[in-house]
């Protein structure tokens, strides 16, 4: 399998310093995972597929900010300005990441994989926890944030099926919503189309688009038909 290429992506510019040391973590745990997986998967780790994670107009956060709402139809979202830009963005994904790891969790048969999935499903609980009380606190004093994250949630829920699943970060009236459970307490979680539906922005089972414009590399590439 021909390894894709990447589309965008540059230095983000935070001006909160504990933003920045946030996604620094976040991202040395990210790249751990990269390398844990395929020494995990050995032979059958597949090649990284072509990413689209352009803050321009032809870029896939643009693309997912306008349909949620968050900017006017011509605008452009660049997740590389600003923290809450930044923010914005990990929220789009922190969330997914836990949902999938859960709902693959069924699906997988050996023991070595089943553990190596459960710490990365905890870590990434973790990230997305961190994500969501960063941007409630920060919606205090910049309302659009809590507005944003909702609108984001939205647009994933109106991907993924009929079913309202997701959530976003503002509860009732004296409560948030920082973990987003069931009536059990627990998280939920996606099918890999379901996944797929999210990061190829697109309902409709396709086998690219999005984030990976060429799709994914290995046996699941095909997103369901929500």
């Given at each position: 399998t ?5 589309t965008?992506?540059?230095?983000g510019?935070f ?7 946030y996604?620094?973590e976040?991202a ?6 990269v390398?844990l ?6 032979a059958?780790?597949?090649a990284?597929?072509?990413i689209n994670?352009?803050?321009g107009a032809t ?5 997912l ?8 139809s011509t ?7 600003s923290d ?9 994904f922190?969330?997914?990441g836990?949902s999938?790891?859960k709902?693959?969790?069924a699906?997988?048969?050996?023991s ?6 459960a710490?990365i ?5 973790y ?5 969501r009380t ?6 205090l ?8 994250a909702?609108?984001?949630s939205d ?8 079913t309202d699943i997701d959530?976003?970060i ?5 409560t948030s919503?920082l973990v987003?459970t069931d009536?059990n307490?627990?998280v939920?979680g996606r ?5 797929l539906?999210?990061?190829?922005l697109n309902?409709?089972?396709?086998v690219?688009g999005?984030?990976?414009?060429a799709?994914l590399n290995?046996?699941?590439?095909t997103s369901?038909a929500?």
């Amino acid at each position: 399998t021909t390894t894709g290429s990447v589309t965008g992506g540059r230095q983000g510019t935070f001006t909160d310093t504990v933003v920045r040391e946030y996604a620094r973590e976040i991202a040395a745990d990210e790249i751990a995972h990269v390398g844990l997986l395929r020494s995990a998967l050995g032979a059958a780790a597949v090649a990284m597929p072509s990413i689209n994670i352009d803050g321009g107009a032809t870029g896939a956060f643009t693309a997912l900010a306008r349909a949620a709402g968050i900017v006017g139809s011509t605008a452009t979202f660049d997740p590389y300005a600003s923290d809450e830009n930044f923010l914005l963005s990990a929220f789009i994904f922190e969330d997914v990441g836990v949902s999938a790891y859960k709902g693959a969790a069924a699906q997988i048969n050996s023991s070595l994989l089943i553990d190596a999935a459960a710490g990365i499903l905890a870590t990434e609980a973790y990230h997305a926890g961190l994500i969501r009380t960063v941007l409630y606190s920060k919606g205090l004093t910049t309302p659009s944030l809590r507005t944003n994250a909702g609108l984001i949630s939205d647009a994933r829920d109106s991907l993924d099926g009929s079913t309202d699943i997701d959530q976003g970060i503002v509860g009732d009236a004296t409560t948030s919503n920082l973990v987003p459970t069931d009536a059990n307490g627990l998280v939920f979680g996606r099918t890999a189309g379901q996944v797929l539906n999210i990061v190829y922005l697109n309902r409709n089972a396709v086998v690219g688009g999005g984030f990976f414009p060429a799709g994914l590399n290995g046996n699941i590439k095909t997103s369901a038909a929500s």
